[in-house]
């Protein structure tokens, strides 16, 4: 087995680089490349690379993509090897890449997630909606061979900057596709959860895009490195409280990572770099994006489209496809499998080839027809794309399901009882749950779908599991966990004591133990896929804007919503779910005293007992959005 796995890589790896030289071979034989500054309306001139078709015997539009990561190679004579999608190459467009404002050889000052101005109090004032506009006006006057319309498109940040273009509001933009676009970080996005920290991640990656730049340059700041272990969870477990992390590695020479740190709950600094606001009588057709499995912005994806939705007439053009993927894994690969769950056909290749492109050619070339349906998701389970006149659809149908004793689910909860039952284990930050088996340093993307047994066996994760499905269960749509729990400390008089936790929620899919075969050499039979896991800081229980801290001993009510889901659960498999109160290091530890988390010392960490109630009145439960 083995053998065939390494054999397959190796004949992967050849496929893809004969693709790649194809794919720079053509690019170089059909276009002509230009780089120039655009001024902005304050002066300011971001770095912009042009590729033209040498085909000038008609004209083309224009696909636009602003980027904080390097519009490289730079120089006119070296040209990128592959755009995102080459069925678009082959068509003709005018490829358009830029440095925004701040980042790499544009001129200026970068801000993170720069907010968006609703009131410009002058005609010089800026943001990336302005730079976004006074592109496209540049582009439309001197990008040669146009043909008026522009489109725009990027994943991850450069999602956030087409958003951007979105509220640009520029009569020639036809057409924009955010992708995994960032949209709130202190929600759901990237670096905050339910305003728990993502630590592993926001570390990583801050401690090299957040170096401030003294002027432009083609070099990227390189990221710390000096870990000693191959073992995230021994190296920020011994790293310690998140003051530690200026103190030893960052040496407060990051600005935005002391923003962080400045910023805890979500405040007025905060909302502003949330756009979803102000997506409103929006006019040009939008295509979001995303992944069932992406780790930094799957919130993203689907609250962009549910804004849109919401504050826009129904004759808004919007549209969102979801597939199974990582972040940006429908650009690269074939989305066959993720990890250990395989998909069973080329859902990347389907989606660059039979949405993105007629997506593109319609409204900017006005080719073929537009009959891409406003909901797009891909089923996994069954794995088959679903389409749906809109998301959520609105024939689900909301099912309690209970936490009930001996570790049993169900839709009806126990019987009534005069008597508080709870379910209860030890959370104890020096022993945080790992958010997976696997010893790494850097964050894997196949978590997402990871074998959940692992933490099943743990004592400070409480599991919950149907008995063995007899019908297909399909889930399709937000769900909501509703938790009832009460926290009490040792070694205090804790009636005086102000607690606080956190609480991970986990919907698996339990593969029947009789199932043959194995993924990567882990057996699938018993496999517990994780379907979606989401975090909630527990002190924001009643408000994001103003924490408070738990009662020792009194129960207290957390809800809060999981990002979407898209999962069948075939018969003879199992709906479980996993309860814990760490997921290390994916995210901080929480004290677990009622402190600020950024301002904590080591001294602060204290274990808790933490109990799910589940008898009457007090019955914590999830709702599933369950189709017929």
């Not at 083995?2 to 680089?17: A, D, G, M, Y």
């Not at 919007?318 to 993927?325: D, L, S």
């Not at 389907?350 to 089923?379: H, S, T, V, W």
């Not at 009460?486 to 009789?514: C, E, M, N, W």
């Amino acid at each position: 087995m083995k053998q065939f796995v390494t054999l397959f890589f190796i004949l992967q790896t050849l496929w893809l680089s004969a693709q790649t030289a194809t794919d720079a071979a053509y690019i170089r034989l059909h276009y002509i490349k230009r780089e120039v500054l655009i001024p902005m309306r304050d002066g300011v001139r971001l770095f912009t690379s042009i590729y033209t078709p040498k085909d000038q015997s008609r004209s083309h539009p224009i696909l636009l993509k602003r980027t904080p990561y390097s519009c490289s190679p730079y120089g006119i004579d070296d040209y990128v090897t592959s755009f995102q999608n080459m069925h678009l190459a082959r068509s003709g467009y005018i490829f358009v890449n830029q440095d925004v404002r701040g980042r790499y050889m544009s001129e200026g000052a970068f801000v993170d997630v720069r907010p968006y101005l609703a009131v410009r109090r002058s005609s010089r004032d800026t943001d990336e909606a302005t730079d976004t506009y006074d592109t496209v006006e540049w582009l439309l006057r001197y990008a040669a061979g146009n043909n008026g319309r522009v489109g725009v498109y990027g994943i991850s940040y450069p999602g956030f900057y087409a958003t951007m273009a979105v509220l640009a509001d520029h009569p020639a933009i036809k057409a924009v596709s955010p992708q995994a676009p960032v949209t709130d970080w202190f929600i759901g996005d990237d670096f905050h959860h339910n305003g728990a920290f993502m630590l592993l991640d926001a570390f990583s990656f801050f401690s090299g895009f957040g170096k401030p730049r003294s002027q432009p340059t083609t070099e990227s700041a390189k990221g710390f490195s000096d870990w000693q272990t191959p073992d995230n969870y021994q190296f920020f477990l011994q790293a310690g409280a998140l003051p530690n992390f200026n103190k030893k590695y960052l040496h407060g020479e990051i600005p935005f990572w002391n923003d962080l740190m400045a910023h805890p709950d979500m405040d007025a600094w905060w909302k502003v770099r949330n756009p979803r606001p102000h997506l409103r009588n929006i006019r040009p057709a939008v295509l979001t994006v995303g992944g069932l499995f992406d780790a930094e912005d799957c919130y993203g994806a689907w609250n962009m489209y549910k804004a849109i939705e919401l504050q826009n007439p129904p004759s808004t053009s919007n549209r969102i496809v979801m597939g199974p993927w990582s972040h940006g894994g429908w650009a690269r690969g074939n989305g066959a499998k993720l990890g250990n769950v395989s998909f069973s056909q080329n859902t990347s290749g389907y989606f660059q080839q039979e949405i993105e492109f007629p997506f593109f050619e319609y409204y900017l070339k006005d080719r073929g027809e537009m009959n891409l349906p406003d909901a797009l998701i891909f089923e996994t389970g069954s794995n088959r794309w679903a389409t749906y006149p809109g998301w959520p659809p609105e024939d689900a149908k909301h099912v309690s399901y209970y936490f009930k004793k001996n570790g049993q689910l169900g839709t009806t909860p126990d019987a009534l009882t005069t008597a508080p039952e709870t379910d209860t284990y030890i959370s104890d930050p020096a022993k945080p749950v790992p958010y997976t088996e696997d010893i790494h340093l850097r964050r894997t993307s196949e978590y997402m779908t990871d074998d959940q047994r692992f933490a099943a066996r743990r004592p400070d994760v409480v599991v919950y599991q149907t008995p063995v499905l007899q019908d297909t269960l399909r889930v399709a749509g937000s769900v909501a966990a509703d938790l009832v729990v009460s926290l009490h400390a040792h070694g205090f008089i804790d009636v005086y004591q102000r607690l606080d936790a956190d609480f991970v929620v986990k919907i698996i899919d339990v593969f029947p133990d009789t199932l043959s075969g194995e993924e990567n050499g882990v057996p699938l039979g018993g496999y517990q896929m994780l379907v979606r896991g989401e975090i909630f800081r527990g002190r924001y229980r009643n408000s994001l804007e103003k924490p408070e801290p738990f009662k020792a001993r009194e129960p207290a009510n957390i809800r809060f919503d999981l990002p979407d889901v898209a999962h069948c659960f075939l018969p003879g498999h199992r709906l479980m779910i996993q309860v814990q109160s760490s997921w290390f290091p994916l995210t901080d530890r929480n004290p677990q005293q009622y402190v600020n988390i950024y301002e904590a010392s080591d001294a602060d960490f204290i274990p808790i007992t933490v109990n799910i109630h589940r008898s009457s009145g007090f019955q914590s439960q999830v709702i599933l959005p369950i189709l017929k």
